[in-house]
């Protein structure tokens, strides 16, 4: 079953590993084990399945920032989805790249 998916409208920035930058992203739903992301760059991206990306949440009713290890698993437009990855798993998913 999958997980519940909560709409939000938080901006994160995105760091795509393995490249120079930042992006800026809408949240637009938020779930324990992913999200959903819109761009608001107008240019691509050229973000892909399977790129690892560290994305930092600003959550401004609390004041407070969290940061995420993920997965990219699908993209559509200027919408990307994430699966979340346990830090310790984005060292190994990038070893066994190389």
Known sequence: MPAMRYPTK?????????RSGNFIAHVSNLS???ACLEWMQER???IEKGDLVRVTVVLKALNRRHN???EVVWKEGKKTGVSFI???EVLDKIMDRV
């Open 68 to 70: 995420l290890n993920a």
């Open 10 to 18: 938080e901006k994160a920035s995105i760091e795509i590993y393995g």
């Open 32 to 34: 324990v084990t992913g």
């Open 44 to 46: 691509d991206l050229s």
């Open 86 to 88: 346990k830090s310790s």
